[in-house]
């Protein structure tokens, strides 16, 4: 019976051979926030351990010494109370707590991922004239899109940063919250559909890292990773040229064709990227004919477009719902497309009337219902050739 149960453990116990592999970058990692974050979780752990050990040590202690059969432990039914046990019960986890929250509070400012690095590594401040490479960064399904602007190139499901440069991401989502994450450079940080977030990281020693999706976001979620190569100024601009040599744009087109859902996406290249590419993903208007956010807001800041921003443009499908299976409306309206905002005086005379026609698309059905005279001083916009945003002061369109 013995053999038997040992032989079991063992078997349970190779189980976890396949661990002796695992990388530990979060322990071991190769870039300075990630380094300070490490130090952050070891004191923590190690201030906790100061309260967890001894009461796990006393628990053992009390427990033997206080059993039944031990007849020579003390016996002392009456005592209810003792000074000095209540203050060291509650004036070490005080004392704890308060160090942890001080190092919390400290750490989480210093190391905020919208705050510029102040240095390289210990000892070696940012240099006043180093400027940080920027890099954009889109969440799709199920693959990571990183856009080069100062270089004009693009890839997907792989980055490269040279080492000692503080590298500057910003990044958004197309369809649902996903989390990027590089566990040997930075923390994780969310990126979110219609929102851009930002995170400051850098690595400090060459090497080929993992980057991952630390956020369920579907079906395709298992493949979402990538490769990150930290090199010398040299071997990344080599890798650039090497983008670039492989030809291929990354427009509006393109990038929707990009964006449709796929899974274990392998890594590729444009040496040519559409300047107001991440701009509009991030409004969300990368789609011919859909208004982008910030003009909304522009219009919201003049007071509205009265009924005719209730179904606005091209259907707002911001969450992607028919791109990832929903066919059916959300609010039971057909979609339609406001073509265009004017006066009172130039809609009399392009449509006879003091009110504002809308147009259906050729592809759906009549709108049942005519939209409301806008407010005055709303210009028509252009939505296929440049982003722009009114100006409340002027009542005028300008560029974004």
């Not at 792989?158 to 910003?170: D, I, S, Y």
């Not at 850098?202 to 490769?227: L, R």
């Not at 800041?301 to 911001?318: I, K």
């Amino acid at each position: 019976m013995k053999i038997k149960q040992i032989f079991h453990r063992l078997i349970g116990l190779s189980l976890l051979v396949p661990l002796a592999a695992c990388k530990a970058e979060v322990l071991a990692p190769a870039g300075d926030v990630a380094a300070r974050q490490r130090d952050l979780l070891v004191i923590s752990t190690l201030l906790m351990l100061l309260i967890i050990v001894p009461v796990m040590v006393l628990t053992v202690w009390f427990a033997v010494k206080y059993r039944e059969r031990n007849r020579a432990a003390e016996y002392a039914p009456d005592w209810d109370h003792s000074t000095k046990l209540e203050f060291v019960i509650w004036a070490a986890p005080l004392l704890i707590i308060i160090s942890l929250g001080a190092l919390t509070w400290v750490g989480t400012h210093l190391l905020d991922p919208y705050r510029p690095l102040e240095r390289i590594e210990a000892g070696q401040p940012v240099p006043a004239e180093q400027t940080p490479l920027r890099v954009q960064v889109v969440a799709m399904d199920w693959k990571w899109l990183f856009i080069y602007p100062d270089e004009g190139i693009a890839t997907v499901n792989e980055l490269a940063v040279p080492v000692n440069r503080p590298v500057e991401f910003t990044l958004t989502s197309t369809s649902v919250m996903n989390a990027f994450y590089i566990p040997a450079m930075a923390g994780m940080i969310y990126a979110m559909p219609g929102m851009q977030t930002t995170l400051h990281g850098v690595f400090n020693t060459p090497g080929e890292y993992k980057g991952i999706a630390s956020h369920y976001s579907g079906h395709g979620f298992s493949g979402m990773h990538f490769k990150t190569f930290a090199s010398d100024d040299a071997d990344f601009r080599a890798w650039v040229e090497k983008a670039r040599a492989a030809g291929g744009t990354l427009d509006r087109p393109r990038y929707l064709d990009l964006e449709a859902p796929s899974e274990n996406v392998p890594p590729m290249s444009f040496a040519e990227v559409d300047p107001q590419l991440f701009a509009r993903v991030v409004n969300m208007c990368v789609e011919p004919g859909k208004m982008c956010m910030a003009e909304m807001m522009a219009i919201d800041d003049q007071g509205g477009a009265g009924l005719a921003g209730t179904m606005n443009t091209t259907a707002l499908t911001y969450d992607k719902h028919q791109r990832r299976g929903a066919r059916a409306p959300v609010l039971g309206w057909e979609p339609f497309q406001v073509a265009s905002f004017c006066t009172p005086e130039d809609s009399a005379l392009m449509f006879g009337s003091g009110a504002l026609a809308v147009q259906p698309p050729a592809d759906q059905s009549p709108l049942r219902g005519r939209a409301l005279t806008p407010p005055r001083g709303l210009l028509s916009l252009s939505h296929d050739t440049d982003m722009t945003q009114l100006d409340p002061a002027a009542g005028q369109a300008r560029n974004f």
